[in-house]
């Protein structure tokens, strides 16, 4: 499933970025519950969020969602 190969990216560039999940979601303006879920694959964002956590770690979209995922928005 593609949100399970999205999950593990976001879950991956951010501690590849050295980043918790507390200060990870602070920095979104989003909860440790909403990050999680996101991590989980439990939650699909939208392409605005997902061009937030890019930003957020320092990499290009294209990096973060690879190229299995379709954004839809």
């Given at each position: 499933?593609?949100?399970?190969?999205?999950?593990?990216?976001?879950?991956?560039?951010?501690?590849?970025?050295?980043?918790?999940?507390?200060?990870?979601?602070?920095?979104?303006?989003?909860?440790?519950?909403?990050?999680?879920?996101?991590?989980?694959?439990?939650?699909?964002?939208?392409?605005?969020l997902?061009?937030?956590?890019?930003?957020?770690?320092?990499?290009?979209?294209?990096?973060?969602?690879?190229?299995?995922?379709?954004?839809?928005?």
């Amino acid at each position: 499933m593609e949100y399970d190969q999205l999950a593990q990216r976001i879950r991956a560039f951010r501690k590849l970025k050295g980043h918790t999940q507390q200060e990870l979601a602070e920095r979104l303006g989003v909860s440790v519950a909403v990050l999680g879920s996101l991590e989980r694959g439990t939650r699909r964002p939208d392409a605005k969020l997902l061009e937030h956590i890019a930003d957020t770690l320092g990499i290009e979209l294209a990096e973060l969602v690879g190229n299995t995922y379709r954004i839809k928005d």
